[in-house]
T-cell receptor
Framework: DTEVTQTPKHLVMGMTNKKSLKCEQHMGHRAMYWYKQKAKKPPELMFVYSYEKLSINESVPSRFSPECPNSSLLNLHLHALQPEDSALYLC????????????????FGEGSWLTVV | GENVEQHPSTLSVQEGDSAVIKCTYSDSASNYFPWYKQELGKGPQLIIDIRSNVGEKKDQRIAVTLNKTAKHFSLHITETQPEDSAVYFCAASPKTGGYQKVTFGIGTKLQVIP
């Protein structure tokens, strides 16, 4: 079982709605991620938070707004989405890699299925 | 940047047979190679990983091999079972600071036929 918990599992929203996706981890990881996954594709990185600060934004449209209230929680606020934003949104976490060390495992949640109508 | 190629994209095997998925990477700075299994409707789950200072790692029916010189790594599943049916992603990660960067392959859909 994954130790990264995401809610809701399914979300249907209209193009004018505002909704949020939530993620929680209790593994003590200080890096947290949002990925987007379309059908039959690998996960695609959207945002990275390191020590609760946004460190990577992969040119994501402003209708997606991430937030990291504390070291265990990660939110993704959604507003004025388009039908093409329908996808599986994955939250993930990892330890911060040690410089000159080996890479660390990224642990994924089960995802939130988003449908924009 | 890193580029990970994975093949085959689909693989069908009879129950009890072995399955092999192969990946290549381009960045010699990559030193960590996880494999994820994604079942329908679920998030990717780590099944095995290997670091660049090791050539092979085994966990029950699953093994991974790494050839650093050729920049190849492979997943081997023996005695396949229907519950092994899923999409498998290989990935490559460099040593970085600040966050864990990872590049995924395109995925292999494995079907185990009972």
């Amino acid at each position: 079982d994954t130790e990264v918990t995401q809610t809701p599992k399914h979300l249907v929203m209209g193009m004018t709605n505002k909704k949020s996706l939530k993620c929680e981890q209790h593994m003590g990881h200080r890096a947290m991620y949002w990925y987007k996954q379309k059908a039959k594709k690998p996960p695609e990185l959207m945002f990275v938070y390191s020590y609760e600060k946004l460190s990577i934004n992969e040119s994501v449209p402003s209708r997606f707004s991430p937030e990291c209230p504390n070291s265990s929680l990660l939110n993704l606020h959604l507003h004025a989405l388009q039908p093409e934003d329908s996808a599986l949104y994955l939250c993930a976490s990892s330890q911060i890699p040690v410089l000159r060390g080996f890479g660390n495992t990224i642990y994924f949640g089960e995802g939130s299925w988003l449908t924009v109508v | 940047g890193e580029n990970v190629e994975q093949h085959p994209s689909t693989l069908s095997v009879q129950e009890g047979d072995s399955a092999v998925i192969k990946c290549t990477y381009s960045d010699s700075a990559s030193n960590y190679f996880p494999w994820y299994k994604q079942e329908l409707g679920k998030g990717p789950q780590l099944i095995i990983d290997i670091r660049s200072n090791v050539g092979e790692k085994k966990d029950q029916r699953i093994a991974v091999t790494l050839n650093k010189t050729a920049k190849h790594f492979s997943l081997h599943i023996t005695e396949t079972q229907p519950e092994d049916s899923a999409v498998y992603f290989c990935a490559a990660s460099p040593k970085t600071g600040g966050y864990q960067k990872v590049t995924f392959g395109i995925g292999t859909k494995l079907q185990v036929i009972p």
